[in-house]
């Protein structure tokens, strides 16, 4: 059976933003798009939206470069997808994956057909691996030394601080308690699909209220809960109890473990999957950039956002850890710096 053209995928993803749900099923149809291209196909190649979206968020990228696949086969030339020149003026070129296999492997000859179109680029091959929902990112003399087979175990050797990655353990346990209302007059402009308007927000340390945001609060303290999606999300898997106040309110109590692990990445990708979309019920990170491409520079979350929320947390009582090079630091030590 024909593969289905990739230049078909993309025009279906690239639509996707702008049209209804209902609508995008027949564009599938017309494309005559098959249950493999709607699902790992296309998982593929959000993936790489994503990878895009994560390291340019970072902030230590100066440059990124994508390179298009189809024109380069006119001339039969093997291409990455993308070009990073970092802050420090490394030259990377990167070739983006995912699987949801415990291992990904590569041929002797793609590898040797990246590693030559690395030379002509006069960069490092880099492969940026999503595996069971974690991005590994090697150098091609990494892949070659394991024999072109990575695991899930390789995450311990990542190389994701190249592009600003951080990590962070917290080692207390967090509970949050969300209340939501009927009626948005009564909200603070965050909405839930099932809920309603959110009306309460408070995080807690053993009992201890640490942040509390109702619709009298000021920016800053709205400021906190955006940052803190990647958390609340991860609460929401350990224990979360839902209760109907009445027929207009509803509490949702969220904890979090205690000696969880964050990257700086979650902070920075978790609010993008909570914003509304008008056309379909939230954001994915393709249809985020390709409506936001002129806009990106003016994300409301970065880097400093991140470190000031996490800041705040650690003075209220969260100890919190940085993990560098496999040691941890308290984040004291960050603090002194920003």
């Not at 440059?63 to 070009?83: C, K, P, Q, W």
């Not at 592009?163 to 009927?182: A, H, N, P, W």
């Not at 340390?205 to 609060?217: A, D, E, G, Q």
Request: glycine share 4%.
């Amino acid at each position: 059976m024909t593969s289905t053209p990739m230049e078909k995928i993309k025009a279906f993803q690239s639509m996707k933003p702008f049209v209804s749900k209902q609508n995008l099923e027949l564009v599938a149809a017309m494309l005559n798009l098959t249950e493999v291209d709607r699902t790992i196909r296309i998982g593929g190649k959000e993936a790489e939206f994503e990878f895009l979206l994560m390291s340019h968020s970072l902030g230590n990228l100066k440059d990124i470069i994508a390179f298009e696949e189809g024109f380069s086969r006119l001339t039969n030339t093997v291409t990455t997808d993308f070009l990073f020149i970092t802050q420090d003026d490394r030259r990377l070129v990167i070739e983006v994956k995912s699987t949801e296999k415990s291992t990904w492997k590569i041929s002797e000859t793609v590898l040797n057909d990246k590693e030559k179109f690395a030379e002509l680029m006069n960069a490092e091959l880099y492969f940026a691996i999503k595996i069971k929902n974690n991005w590994i990112f090697l150098p091609s003399n990494y892949v070659r030394q394991k024999e072109k087979r990575i695991t899930v175990d390789d995450l311990l050797n990542t190389e994701l601080h190249i592009l600003g990655e951080q990590t962070f353990i917290f080692r207390k346990s967090l509970t949050f308690k969300t209340s939501y209302v009927t009626d948005a007059s009564k909200g603070i402009g965050i909405q839930h699909p099932d809920y309603g308007f959110l009306n309460r927000y408070s995080l807690e340390i053993n009992k201890t209220n640490i942040l509390r945001v109702t619709p009298s609060s000021n920016n800053k303290l709205l400021g906190y809960i955006f940052p803190l999606e990647a958390v609340q999300d991860s609460a929401s898997n350990h224990h979360q109890e839902i209760k109907k106040i009445d027929a207009n309110k509803t509490l949702i109590i969220e904890i979090l473990n205690e000696n969880c692990q964050f990257n700086l990445s979650h902070f920075l990708l978790a609010p993008i999957r909570h914003i509304t979309h008008d056309l379909h019920d939230n954001y994915d990170f393709p249809t985020y950039i390709i409506e936001n491409i002129d806009k990106l520079d003016e994300q409301f979350i970065n880097r400093n956002t991140v470190l000031n929320t996490l800041g705040m947390l650690h003075k209220k009582g969260l100890e919190v850890i940085e993990v560098i090079n496999k040691n941890l630091y308290p984040l004291a030590r960050l603090l002194n710096i920003l």
